[in-house]
């Protein structure tokens, strides 16, 4: 029999699934296309203290089997969500796990505290939002501002913590053990990749912010090869995403190392992928005589 | 609960250069549509991203698209032969308020398109006012024809019609002051002109956007509009919220 439950950092997730934060809004709107119960979890999208407007369109461009996309943290504030969206999901039985970005450590802090208050079921902090010009990625590009969010939040948060990483580093290994030494619970990686476009036309940049995050299948390779230095360098969990779009991928993911897999861009696509990656992964595992998902994490046969 | 909708595209025609009629059967969609929504639509498998064409007729089952050349997803589309299926989400967004009053419906290049849906479906026959670049480049006149009280056709360049913008004929009806509401969709530039003109005139306007979009569900947040709500700035969806928005709600 096969089992897709995981136990991860502590919480229990029924299938390996997650929804990747900023892809999947609060759940309001995919939760129109099946039942949200169906996945493992749901990562919402980022939030900071005060609500944000975000970016200036275009905030999207197309790229070969992937997007860039300048969004810019729009959400209406902790507060909001909490009030206003919290309550909605947990009619579901999911994971719910609430996004955070700060100006500061002291608003990563205030964050984790409220979340926290409200129990949500993890909190994932992102140091790695390359859209913003404060916080975000400044903080997830060396490991002392990975290390001094990740003890402010674990220090304030009553939940399992897990810090998402940023790709638009140079040794990604030293950053997750840098989390892993700070206290998190688990990480989660990759955010996007730093990218640009030009219009040969105008001449201009396709975005207005200029840059943006590369996220999409374009990315999977990348993903790949980040996830298993970094699980490689680390004894926490692993969430693994980036460009995931078939079950084949997922499991590929936790060959790397991932214990969960966190899908995004392709729900653009097809609302239904979280549903047929699920539906693969058993296939795949009852294919191959595997019982439950450990069997798979990091088992990747090495040359 | 939404579904994706596999439809069989049952004809594919050339209506000017760069515009095609792309019409596809599918009972759902066509009982569910409303003016001014659309459909998100997956153009082959080569391209992450779907491509939003807004619905310019229902005809019993048929679902008729009206859509320009853009890029590589529009160019898939336009070379989808009947027979074939689509992969299609929607109908998506929120569409016109139809109201009940002598109503101005306008279109400007490939914003044409949606209003005839708009203009088929109103219960009193509307009057229309049409701008294209040029003559080569005149859609759908005939439709609007059948379904319009009058139609004012308008050309840039003067080679058909009236010569010059979509404005010259809008100031005129509104001027008579016998109409209560404007509808229209088209490039920002004209949006914001006739924006201005019916809010001189103060005669609601409902206009329609047209913004780069991903999910297309109101998830994502990139096809973001400026906007004001409870007095206040917000940043609206396009793809959800819109792409049908109160003129005075918009950022011009």
């Given amino acids: ?303 | 609960m939404l579904s994706k909708h596999y439809c069989e595209v049952v004809e594919n025609i050339q209506l000017s250069k760069d515009i095609f009629k792309v019409t596809v059967v599918c009972k759902s969609l066509a009982n569910d549509a409303a003016p001014g929504q659309f459909l998100h639509i997956k153009c082959g498998d080569e391209r992450l991203l779907r491509r939003p064409i807004s619905i310019c007729a229902v005809v019993g089952n048929a679902v008729e698209l009206v859509f320009e050349l853009k890029g590589e997803g529009t160019q898939w589309l336009s070379k989808i032969a009947p027979g074939n299926k689509l992969d299609i989400l929607g109908p998506l967004g929120s569409g016109f308020n139809i109201p009940k009053g002598k109503t101005i419906v306008l279109g400007g290049g490939i914003g044409v398109p949606p209003m005839l849906f708009v203009a088929e479906s109103a219960t009193s026959k509307v009057t229309a006012i049409l701008g294209f670049r040029s003559m080569d480049r005149v859609i759908l006149k005939e439709a609007f024809e059948l379904a319009c009280a009058q139609v004012y056709i308008t050309t840039d360049d003067g080679s058909f019609g009236i010569h010059g913008s979509v404005i010259k004929p809008l100031l005129a009806l509104l001027e008579t002051g016998e109409y209560e509401a404007v509808l229209a969709c088209g490039p920002h530039v004209m949006l914001t002109e006739v924006a201005r003109v019916c809010k001189l005139h103060a005669v609601p306007l409902q206009v329609s956007l047209e913004e780069r979009m991903g999910c297309g569900v109101g998830a994502c947040l990139v096809c973001a509009c400026a906007t004001i709500k409870d007095g206040n700035p917000d940043m609206s969806r396009v793809c959800f919220d819109g792409p049908v928005f109160c003129a005075n709600d918009i950022v011009w």
């Fill in chain 1, 1 to 303: 029999m096969v089992d897709l439950s995981v136990n991860f950092a502590g919480v229990k997730f029924k299938n390996p699934i997650v929804t990747a934060s900023g892809t999947y809004g609060f759940g309001r709107e995919y939760g129109k296309f099946f039942d949200l119960s169906e996945l493992g979890g749901i990562c919402v999208k980022g939030l900071t203290l005060s609500p944000r407007l975000g970016n200036k369109p275009p905030r999207i461009a197309e790229t070969p089997m992937g997007m860039l996309n300048s969004v810019g943290l729009q959400n209406p504030g902790v507060d909001l969500f909490i009030s206003d969206e919290l309550p909605f999901l947990r009619n579901f039985d999911t994971v719910v796990i609430a996004n955070i970005s700060g100006n500061t450590v002291e608003e990563y802090a205030q964050m984790a505290q409220k979340l926290s208050d409200a129990n949500v079921d993890m909190i994932e902090v992102n140091v790695s939002c390359p859209n913003v010009k404060a916080g975000g990625m400044q903080f997830g590009t060396t490991t002392e501002g990975v290390a001094s969010v990740t003890k402010a939040v674990k220090d304030r948060s009553r939940v399992p913590t897990m810090v998402k990483l940023s790709p638009n580093v140079t040794d990604i290994a030293e950053i997750a053990k840098a989390a892993e030494d700070s206290g998190a619970d688990a990480i989660s990686l990759i955010n996007t990749l730093l990218a640009m476009r030009i219009d040969t036309k105008s001449k201009k940049p396709m975005l207005f912010n200029n840059v943006g995050g590369l996220s999409g299948p374009a990315i999977f390779p990348v993903a790949v090869r980040m996830i298993w230095q970094a699980a490689s360098a680390v004894s926490i969990p692993v969430l693994g995403m980036g460009g995931v779009k078939s079950g084949d991928n997922a499991i590929e993911m936790m060959l790397a190392g991932a214990s969960l897999v966190g899908v995004g861009t392709v729900c653009f696509d097809d609302p239904f992928a979280p549903i047929s990656i699920i539906k693969q992964i058993g296939q795949y595992m009852s294919g191959n005589d595997l019982n439950h998902i450990d069997e798979l994490v990091g088992k990747v046969v090495l040359n």
